[in-house]
């Protein structure tokens, strides 16, 4: 006797295999079977996603500026330090530039001082020192410029 499987339907398969309801979905829109969508999860995915994109962006910045104070502020460990911060600052540079839109690049204008404030926490805690300025001392230009670094 021969048994049909039963294919679970796109809802069923959300549940089941997340990745797998991600490829079924991807080849309904490429054949432009938009009726057979899933598209309560499909929404819920694509705010996921932007959520998920923003908060990068806001990471990167965030990693960026903490960098860029230790590199200008932190004397005492400049000199063994230096070549690691401009790494890591080029690193996460290259990296929100590549996700970087002008949507997002508005985002991060407006939140800039959050962004900065949050930085402002970690270094002041990770040197135990009380030097850094208590407002944002780069422009955003700067912090995206991957050739720019402060003066020392």
Known sequence: ML???????????????????????????????????????LIEELEDLGSEIKNKVRS??????????LLNYWDSEYEHNCNHWRAEITGFRTQLND??????????????????RNAFKYVQRKSNLNIFPKECPYTLEQLLDEDWFPSK
């Open 60 to 69: 990167l910045l965030e990693q960026i500026i903490r960098h860029l104070l």
């Open 99 to 116: 996700r970087l839109t002008s949507n997002f690049y508005n985002y991060l204008t407006l939140e800039l001082d959050k962004i900065y």
């Open 3 to 41: 048994q049909l499987e039963m294919k679970p339907n796109l809802k069923e398969l959300y549940e089941i295999d997340n990745y797998l309801w991600l490829e079924e979905t991807v080849k309904l829109l490429k054949d432009k079977n938009f009726n057979e969508l899933d598209l309560e999860n």
